[in-house]
């Protein structure tokens, strides 16, 4: 069974790279969401005039990782309150969002965005909609850093392990405690973790 979610996490070379390394993730295309112009290039997103996001269109097993273990080893690669930025990235473009096109999942989000609130003392600024529409990025945008190794990449080069190390080890994300998402930690050691 494969199911596709669409998570923008700032400047989409380091996200892609992020969730491709997760057991589970079956394929990922770089792109642009919900653009307010057809067919968006990179240079007309850049500008901020089409309101799209960098995203990742992330194709995957919900046997092999669920939605859930899917989101929180997601959040450990973002700062959930930052508005329209994302490490050095600024402008509308690099905003984080969740866009789903199966309305089930809606639930499954929302409740991983509440268990997330409890970590954080400023608001969680996670766009959440249903997905209006994802154009494909550019041929050089996708696996950028496969592509370019040493690439810049907003994603610090440690957390790539989390991803690598993944394995859901039972139904119903019982994922091992070393990895699971920060939703399901202790805040104090989900902190210490996103340092």
């Known amino acids: 069974m494969k199911k596709t979610v669409y998570l923008a996490g700032g400047c989409f070379w380091g996200a892609e790279h992020f969730l491709k390394m997760i057991d589970g993730v079956l394929e990922t295309t770089v792109g642009y969401a919900n653009s307010r112009q057809a067919s968006p290039s990179y240079q007309e997103v850049c500008t901020g005039d089409t309101d799209a996001a960098e995203c990742v269109e992330v194709r995957y097993d919900p ?6 273990d899917l989101l929180g080893l997601f959040f450990k690669i973002i700062d959930p309150t930052s508005i329209d930025r994302q490490g050095e990235d600024r402008g509308r473009q690099y905003r984080t969002g969740i866009y789903y096109t199966d309305p089930a999942d809606e639930t ?24 209006q529409n ?27 392990m989390i991803a690598k190390r993944y394995r859901n080890h039972a139904p119903e994300s019982s994922a091992a405690p070393d990895i699971l998402p920060f939703a399901d930690r202790p805040a104090e050691e989900a902190k210490n973790l996103a340092e």
């Open 134 to 160: 994802f154009y494909n990025a550019e041929e050089y945008h996708q696996d950028y850093l496969v592509k370019n190794p040493g690439g810049y990449c907003h994603v610090p080069q440690g957390k790539f």
């Open 63 to 68: 046997e092999r990782v669920p939605l859930n």
């Open 108 to 131: 499954v989000i929302r409740d991983a965005l509440e268990r997330l609130s409890h970590d954080y003392t400023a608001p969680i600024a996670i766009e959440t909609m249903p997905l």
